[in-house]
């Protein structure tokens, strides 16, 4: 695993995939508990979220800490939590093979009864404007590229729709970066 680079001040693009790539976030009920908690672990953990989008096996964010807001922390609740949620839903939605798949991953990891992200994430300091605009671009045409919509505006797991039509349905966006 490659270093982690903190610059204070800086945002940060990040990556973070789903186990074995289950395509899990193609249903409402596993996607709202991911939205609930990246609103809530920006306020407990100071970041302001700049951009995100939920594609079926993972997400990217765009977020920018503050203060001493740690990132690391951040992600670590952020996965934790939304691993027990996802897992508490599959079963409650008979997603028998999500579930086995789960704690099959658990227990090659042995880090977790059931797992559902992939250990770590990926990320990359954000230290222009311009770099910040072409991950945001990035993000909002990325289930356009995905084949999932031919337009960034009909995908409704995206930041796009706040920035374009000012819709904050379903989580704020922190606007005020530049």
């Given amino acids: 695993m490659k270093p982690r680079i903190r610059i204070e001040g800086s945002a940060y693009y990040i990556t973070s995939n789903v186990y074995g790539c289950l395509p899990i976030f193609i249903r409402p009920s596993f996607v709202i508990p991911l939205i609930d908690s990246l609103n809530f672990y920006r306020y407990q953990h ?33 996965k934790r939590f939304t691993s027990g949620r ?34 770590s994430f990926w990320d990359e300091v ?20 995905a084949g999932l919509v031919d337009e960034p505006q009909k995908y409704p797991y995206s930041s796009y729709r706040n920035y374009e ?7 704020e966006i922190d606007k005020d970066w530049s």
């Fill in 165 to 171: 039509f000012d819709d904050s349905t379903l989580i």
């Fill in 86 to 119: 996802i897992t508490r839903q599959a079963s409650l939605e008979n997603k028998t093979e999500w579930v086995k798949a789960f704690e099959q991953a658990g227990q090659d990891t042995t880090r977790a009864e059931f797992k559902v992200w992939l250990d």
């Fill in 46 to 78: 100071h970041c302001k979220l700049i951009g995100y989008v939920i594609m079926p096996d993972h997400i990217h964010l765009l977020i920018w800490p503050q203060s001493t807001a740690n990132l690391t922390d951040f992600m670590r609740d952020f």
């Fill in 126 to 145: 954000v230290l222009s404007d311009e770099f910040l605009r072409q991950k945001l671009n990035y993000i909002h045409l990325n289930p356009v590229r």
